[in-house]
């Protein structure tokens, strides 16, 4: 797998890039989770959380060949070396070691290369603090923070020390020091790292909960825990908080943080495939605590979570008398459950009026609340393609794009024309997701992601990502078939792709969705006129035309017309209001669309060509050679395009493509693709497609071409 430079940058950190801690580096980073494999790609995730690497490795071992003093020392040092000049004396009292063969110790230490006295001391090699950190008993560690944490507490904090370490050291060193201080310093650094390192947090919410005093103020540190494993996609601790919670704090919790548990619960449980659990809560057959108000909104988002969203709406309508007159968090998540209900049903009126609001000021009254409105109604204009409106929700909250889930940034950076960085969310948005669960609101992002995917001639990438949605559907799960139908057509199966897609209208008619309906019948309206069923084509368009008219679904209603009805007013409009949305892959394939079912001048697609440049959509841009082609336009650069059709191929043929799938997806014969398969060979000097894999993953294949 490639690295990311992030990655890079952290194993050279920890291992100070010495060949014996390469090693033991990366394993203990990927038994930690820090490193995940996804695609070929080796992605740093969860930088903060703490790695234990292995009790027996060269480096410990040449430690241990010192001596028992030595190593007993060492290990003391690896909790108290911030101390700087207090340690030779801390060392003393702390191990038991006498205070006159301190010295003799610490010099033999440092001779051997483990640690180092400059201005004050240090590891030589962080790897090998970090294994003897590991190594320590519980109680040895617990009793070693304390004393660290009671000399910096007498005599002050010594200079570049870490306030994340000293948490650290706070959590570990637990009841025995001054529980009340220990517990504001823990909560103190919390707030000043909670989203930016959330790993850290958890942990020191683990220990502040234990230090809490029992009542009102354990149940509010425990809540603070729970939501934070829940924002880390920890779906197993949330629920483990949540039962805590619900068993031993119901009567210290206000009604918005009750009303706030039952959410965490049912998306937890949504993330992680409990769909009976959430049949269960839906029937009204859970026997959580709560008011009759705060049940029948907490029903509504299991109904959401099991996509039967009119029933949802329902039950809202009906129980409406209750829960309006219901705590803020209450209300604030009925409303944008019926908002998002009636949205995914066609009846958008509530959820524009609900937009409206929040635009002004989010209604939630706690940090949690706030964020939940805020990531629902962004997520929902997001995949209903209404970038415009995401954007200015965007600045007008104090959300920032680093503090979005990754398939939120995925979706925006796919619509603003950022096609690399779309792709890498989406990777990441996966990366390590068996162990935890999936975040359920993600289906947009598989269509978005996948659309640019198989732009960019990334086939199997594609089906990887569509293989990580399968095993876990999300919420609006039909749009994955759209996504999955994406492929097939790229692999020419396009029967594949149509009955697939009418399968998918027609199960998403029956549970009363229109979401992403548009989506399905311009497909197959481009297929239809594509092999000359026009009365399939003019269904789809009678199709489209009786959805609600969200602004993608006017933009596709109109591409219908010119396509179908050849109506050069629809055409001119359809232009008009795709350069307006400015989605670069949408614009380029509407230019497309209109060009080759005869709605437009063929000028267009040198526009829709150059945009797919810039997104480096390089199998697109294929297809849209060949078109200009037949239309009399001239492709530009033809040394450009040889080498682009001969990247192209090298990139499939290393996925893995057999000839005949790399056929359809060239749209040529399996002769023309051995053909150009023994060119690509003999010009590159590979002798397989292992080879040839083995130069594009390490970007040496890319430097040649170049």
């Known amino acids: 797998a490639k690295p990311e430079p992030a990655l890079v940058d952290r194993v050279r950190e920890i291992s100070r890039g010495l060949p014996a801690a390469l090693q033991d580096t990366v394993d203990a980073m990927r038994a930690n989770g820090s490193i995940q494999v996804v695609d070929r790609r080796a992605y740093l995730m969860r930088p903060h959380t703490q790695f234990a690497p292995a009790a027996e490795t060269q480096l410990l071992r040449a430690i241990r060949a010192l001596g028992d003093d030595c190593w007993t020392a060492a290990k003391a040092l690896s909790v108290l070396i911030p101390l700087g000049p207090r340690v030779p004396n801390l060392l003393a009292t702390s191990t038991g070691i006498p205070q006159d063969q301190v010295a003799g110790i610490l010099g033999r230490l440092r001779r051997a290369g483990v640690v180092h006295l400059g201005r004050t001391w240090r590891f030589v090699v962080p790897l090998v603090r970090a294994a003897l950190l590991a190594s320590l008993g519980p109680f040895e560690r617990r009793r070693l923070s304390a004393a660290l944490v009671e000399a910096i507490w007498e005599h002050g904090v010594p200079a570049n020390f870490d306030p994340d370490e000293m948490a650290d050291r706070v959590a570990d060193a637990s009841i025995l020091v001054d529980a009340d201080r220990a517990l504001r310093e823990l909560l103190h650094q919390v707030q000043v790292t909670h989203y930016e390192r959330a790993e850290s947090a958890v942990r020191w919410l683990a220990a502040a909960v234990d230090l809490a005093p029992a009542g009102i103020e354990r149940g509010k540190v425990l809540l603070q825990y729970t939501v934070t494993c829940f924002l880390l996609g920890e779906y197993d601790q949330t629920l483990t908080g949540v039962q805590r919670i619900l068993a031993e704090h119901v009567a210290h919790l206000s009604p918005d943080a009750l009303q706030e548990v039952h959410e965490l619960a049912t998306r937890s449980l949504r993330a992680l495939g409990e769909h009976e659990a959430l049949r269960e809560i839906a029937a009204g057959d859970c026997r959580w605590p709560g008011t009759p108000a705060q049940l029948s909104v907490t029903r509504a988002l299991a109904m959401g979570h099991l996509d039967r969203w009119q029933e949802a709406a329902d039950l809202l309508r009906t129980t409406e008398s209750e829960w309006r007159s219901a705590s ?379």
């Open 328 to 706: 803020p968090a209450t209300v604030m998540l009925g409303e944008l459950t019926w908002a998002l209900a009636e949205l995914w049903t066609g009846k958008p009126e509530r959820f524009e009026r609900r937009l409206t609001a929040a635009q002004l000021e989010l209604s939630g009254k706690t940090q949690m609340s706030r964020r939940t409105e805020f990531e629902g109604l962004l997520t929902a204009l997001l995949t209903i393609g209404d970038v415009g409106r995401a954007e200015r929700l965007l600045a007008a909250h104090e959300f920032t794009e680093n503090q979005l889930p990754l398939y939120c940034r995925s979706m925006l950076a796919a619509t603003r024309g950022h096609a690399s960085e779309a792709v890498d969310f989406a990777r990441r948005s996966i990366a390590g997701t068996e162990e935890h669960g999936r975040e359920a609101r993600a289906a947009g992002m598989y269509v978005s992601a996948v659309w640019m995917l198989v732009a960019r001639g990334e086939l199997i990438t594609a089906q990887q990502l569509l293989a990580a949605a399968r095993a876990t559907p999300p919420i609006l799960g039909h749009l994955v078939e759209v996504a999955e139908a994406l492929v097939e057509r790229a692999f020419g199966d396009e029967e594949a792709a149509r009955l697939r897609l009418f399968r998918c209208a027609s199960e998403t008619s029956e549970a009363q969705l229109t979401v992403g309906l548009e989506l399905v019948w311009s497909e197959l309206i481009d297929m239809a006129l594509a092999r000359g069923d026009r009365a399939e084509a003019e269904q789809g368009l009678a199709a489209l035309e009786r959805l609600p008219q969200t602004e993608r679904t006017r933009l596709l209603t109109l591409l219908a017309r010119a396509m179908v009805d050849k109506d050069e007013d629809a055409a001119r409009e359809c232009e008009k209001l795709a350069r307006e949305r400015a989605q670069p892959l949408e614009l380029a394939l509407v230019l497309q669309r209109l060009v080759h079912h005869g709605g437009a001048e063929p000028r267009l697609l040198s526009d829709a060509y150059e945009l797919l440049g810039s997104l480096d959509a390089v199998l697109y841009r294929a297809w849209a050679r060949n078109l200009m082609r037949e239309h009399g336009v001239k492709v530009p650069g033809r040394k450009e395009t040889v080498a682009e059709n001969e990247r192209l191929l090298a990139m499939l043929a290393a996925a893995g493509l057999t000839n005949k799938q790399l056929a359809a997806a060239l749209r040529t014969s399996e002769k023309s693709v051995e053909g150009r398969l023994s060119r690509l060979f003999l010009h590159t000097g590979y002798r397989s497609r292992i080879e040839l894999s083995t130069a594009i993953l390490n970007g040496e294949y890319l430097s040649e071409c170049a």
